[in-house]
């Protein structure tokens, strides 16, 4: 079987199905680039054929009458003709499919060939192949598809920077608290929950109006800001600040508004207020599960993941396309 893949509409190949495969799990080959051979009636996209997965297993082959015009319907460098008729020393290189410029072997001896290409490059040479240029896969990270997993630890500060954003924006309540004599052992009677929000009120009116109409400014200014975020970027600001950001688990781009904020921010903040309502011990041990359960998961998946069927992954603009775009 020969195949042909096509990005930006500069077509390279023929491949064979183990060099695609090799390519996929590789991530040289990414699920948004073209692919067509024989038994397809037009270009396709690679995640459409693959459901998502980087390896490809095909469907018996069908004849068609128009394979050529269906090749031909994307660009051919001259001095790359030869690969249709099977001199593979020819084959369009991935640098060229990704619009990047050759890499020469400087040195015969430092350098190797690339199985999947025929072409020869240097090892040290350290050229992105990712479709978005931008970032670099180290040996550490965990790869889906065509996203990197967010490592637990980006998501453990994410989290906390969230809550230091939440303590500085009742700060001034917290400073005039401070200055009160409060009886804390009024909210640690589970049983009589309004004697409890009978004494809250008390002290709220204890506190001048002024402090209190900044602290809620500021708290419903960082709830809008963060919405904002989350709808727009999927990420919050802590997600924001560490460079990581939610994306949903079959398509990996941007997930549904029901997702982002029904299920991951809504739902999950009644959770918590529940929580920690109750007992801070409680509300942090539930944040610990979640945490633990995500390192235990191929793909980092907690209980907030399993919840809203996202994965958190390594941002990159690539990822607000929210259905890509097939040719």
Known sequence: MQIFLARNNVQAGPYTLDQLNIMLTSGEVVLD?????????????VGNLTNNQTYYRPAPIMTADNNDSIINN????????????????KAVSLDRLYGKPERPAENAKNSKVDMTTNRQYTPNSNVSLNKSGAKKISDNDKVVGDVVLAPIMSRVL???LNGLLYVLAIFPLVMALTKMDVDYTKFQNIQDMDAAYQYSMTLMESIPSSTLMMSQVMVFGLFALQLVFITLRGQSLGKLITGIRVVDQTTHRLPSFTKLIGMRTLLLFIIYNLLFSFTSFLGFVVIIVHYYMASKSPE??????KLAKTLVVKADSSQWVKQPKVK
């Open 33 to 45: 680039d073209l692919i067509w051979h024989e038994g397809l009636d037009q270009w396709q996209r």
């Open 74 to 89: 994307v660009t051919i460098f001259p001095e790359d003709s030869a690969s249709t008729t099977g001199q593979d020393d």
């Open 158 to 160: 994410a989290t906390a």
């Open 300 to 305: 980092n998946i907690g209980w907030h993941d």
